[in-house]
């Protein structure tokens, strides 16, 4: 069974809140849905659910002078739609930004970074480097802007899952590519402005029959930044 990559969502909520919620939709049973959450320097205790069940945070946060970038996974997702929710104790402005895919099992590591004014070379912006240790992993970047505005491009060799959010005024930026061969692996960006860019890894490995790929698009709101 090849992976089965789905609809990806964002949204950028404009109104200080504790908690505000995105709906996903799974395009297989059994599926994982891969969540980022961004959010203002006054936002603290944060907390992510799918369908009210907690999510597991993927690495540790990363912090910028005035954002915040966590990232999450949840399985064992049923098709259909899901809502994922994201809560903080204290209000901020949040992002959010999910997509599902069939086909994927366990997580097989990653993390969050700041790619700080790396640049506007092709592949300038690095995500977290992660080193896989199952062959045939579906590898996931992000990238979003902190303050700055423009394009974020997918890398080299990665498909995008985030489609219009590589438009004109856009903000966020899903990729994905599927590792043949375990080992070392860094999602790179191309952004159109110098500027901090909060990024994250998130590698799957496959279920069991699972492996291949298949292209999603991308809805979003408004322009994505906290």
Do not use: K
């Not at 891969?34 to 320097?41: D, H, L």
């Not at 809560?87 to 993390?111: F, H």
């Not at 966020?172 to 860019?197: H, K, L, R, W």
């Not at 492996?211 to 999603?216: F, N």
Request: aromatic share 8%; net charge negative; proline share 1%.
């Amino acid at each position: 069974m090849a992976f089965n990559v789905g609809t990806a969502v964002g949204s950028y909520f404009g109104t200080a809140a504790t908690a505000q919620s995105i709906a996903v939709v799974s395009p297989a049973s059994n599926a994982d849905i891969v969540i980022w959450a961004q959010y203002g320097s006054s936002g603290s205790a944060p907390g992510c659910t799918v369908d009210g069940f907690a999510a597991t945070q993927v690495g540790s946060s990363v912090n910028s002078s005035s954002e915040t970038l966590l990232q999450y996974v949840y399985q064992g997702a049923a098709s259909g739609s899901h809502t994922v929710a994201f809560s903080l104790g204290t209000a901020a402005n949040i992002g959010l930004a999910a997509v599902a895919v069939g086909g994927a099992g366990a997580t097989d590591g990653g993390n969050t970074v700041d790619s700080n004014f790396a640049g506007t070379g092709t592949n300038a912006v690095l995500s977290f480097n992660v080193t896989t240790a199952h062959n045939g992993d579906i590898v996931f970047g992000f990238a979003n802007w902190v303050s700055g505005s423009g394009t974020i491009a997918s890398g080299t060799g990665y498909t995008n899952c985030s489609g219009a959010s590589s438009g004109t005024f856009s903000s966020c930026c899903m990729e994905y590519i599927v590792q043949g061969t375990a080992g070392a692996i860094q999602p790179t960006f191309t952004a159109s402005n110098n500027s901090d860019i909060l990024c994250g890894t998130i590698a799957l490995q496959a279920a069991a029959g699972g492996g291949g790929g298949s292209q999603g698009g991308f809805r979003t709101r408004q322009r994505w930044r906290v």
